[in-house]
């Protein structure tokens, strides 16, 4: 997955479009000169170099037949001795048509290409969300539970993209990935349960009377309200609002822990 530059496809277009437009009588060489040359260049970088490559295989015989009649035109003009030479009519036609061919196929990838318009959810920046989910969670959770970053970024994407019940997958691994850590600093790791259930290890601290009574009740709110259901195949969150309420619960309760969690409030400056 990747960022998609929305003015590539409308400067490709800019620089394509003036071949459909040429005139094809009293046309000189030093007309068409620029606007073959930029063509050129564009259509070699979009069928090699651009994102969409291995997205317009349909494109790629119309682009090829394109490109090679304006290489073609191409090479006749670098070796003209007058740019105040006449371009045959023909020629042109032939180039028009090669361009019309490529349009129609073009207009007909793109609006069936898997394109998307993702927004904004509850106030979050969907570029935020989907390039830095750290952002959402406090910022000593990288130095004091790294191994919850992969999960946290993981899920500020997927709610990014609207896929909820994945995102409240991650967000509950998360948390108890910081739970884990938690727990090592209350107890320790030779009192670590087998298993990584949460309902584990919310039993092996009252046990072991060990842990903040605010921080454990907040775990058992979430282990019965949101993950337990969520553990259940009939089971999804299926809005936003459902799925920005769990977040908001995980990160209060990722939040609590890590204040108990030794260590420093922020990542080091370098």
Not at 105 to 130: C, H, I
Not at 161 to 174: K, P
Request: include cysteine; glycine fraction near 6%.
């Amino acid at each position: 997955m990747f960022k998609i530059d929305g003015a590539y496809l409308y400067e490709l277009g800019a620089k394509v479009r003036p071949i459909g437009v040429m005139k094809e009588e009293d046309c000189r060489k030093i007309d068409v000169f620029f606007p073959v040359n930029a063509a050129l260049q564009a259509i070699t970088d979009f069928l090699n170099n651009s994102a969409f490559s291995e997205s317009i295989r349909n494109l790629h015989q119309s682009a090829q037949d394109l490109s090679e009649a304006l290489e073609n035109m191409n090479a006749d003009l670098e070796n003209t001795n007058n740019f105040k030479d006449p371009v045959t009519k023909w020629a042109i036609i032939n180039l028009k048509a090669k361009f019309r061919q490529f349009e129609a196929v073009l207009l007909a990838e793109l609006q069936n290409s898997p394109l998307y318009l993702v927004g904004n959810k509850g106030g979050f920046d969907v570029l935020s969300m989907t390039n830095n989910g750290a952002a959402m969670f406090p910022k000593s959770l990288p130095v004091k539970v790294p191994q919850a970053m992969d999960d946290v970024s993981a899920g500020a994407r997927c709610l990014a993209f609207e896929l909820f019940t994945a995102a409240g997958f991650h967000f509950h691994r998360a948390n108890e990935s910081v739970l884990r850590r938690y727990f090592d600093e209350v107890a320790s790791v030779d009192q670590r349960p087998k298993s990584r259930n949460i309902g584990d290890y919310l039993r092996k601290m009252a046990d072991l009377k060990v842990g903040d009574p605010k921080v454990i009740e907040v775990l058992k709110g979430l282990k019965d309200l949101h993950r337990n259901p969520l553990m259940h195949p009939d089971d999804s969150i299926e809005s936003e609002d459902e799925a920005l309420s769990l977040y908001a619960a995980i990160r209060a309760a990722i939040g609590y822990m890590l204040d108990r969690i030794a260590g420093p409030t922020e990542p080091a400056v370098t």
